[in-house]
């Protein structure tokens, strides 16, 4: 395989994200995850989400914090780049945290608010993710 633009590296990352036997976030974690999700709004969301962080085994986790760090960097560049939190979601949501068993009904009404809960992680990765 010849590696030949930047979008082969994120496609690569993205394969073995999905390839993982188990996502970044575990499906044993999902539901909890997808109800801290459902109130966008809600001021309550950072802490429950870094309280769901901290409840992740910790290899899982730790990546986890390092693949969100990374992405706000990039998300920093978005005027360049076009990669805002939302496009970035939208890219990687899928291949983070998702139901084990998919349906057309959780495609639709789930996948949105995952894609919103990695967003809200890459935009607040200081207040999720430090002290976790």
Do not use: C, W
Request: aromatic share 6%; no cysteine; hydrophobic share 45%.
């Amino acid at each position: 395989m010849t590696l030949t633009d930047v979008h082969d590296t994120a496609g690569i990352l993205k394969i073995y994200l999905r390839k993982l036997p188990e996502p970044l976030i575990p499906f044993s974690h999902y539901p909890a995850f997808i109800k801290a999700g459902e109130k966008p709004k809600d001021p309550a969301r950072i802490p429950q989400l870094k309280d769901l962080v901290s409840k992740l085994p910790n290899e899982n986790k730790a990546l986890l914090i390092y693949l969100m760090g990374f992405l706000k960097a990039l998300s920093a560049q978005s005027a360049h780049n076009k990669m805002t939190p939302d496009n970035l979601a939208i890219v990687f949501a899928p291949n983070l945290i998702r139901p084990q068993n998919e349906s057309p009904s959780s495609m639709m009404v789930e996948m949105p608010i995952s894609i919103g809960l990695v967003a809200t992680m890459i935009s607040n990765h200081d207040e999720i993710f430090t002290n976790v």
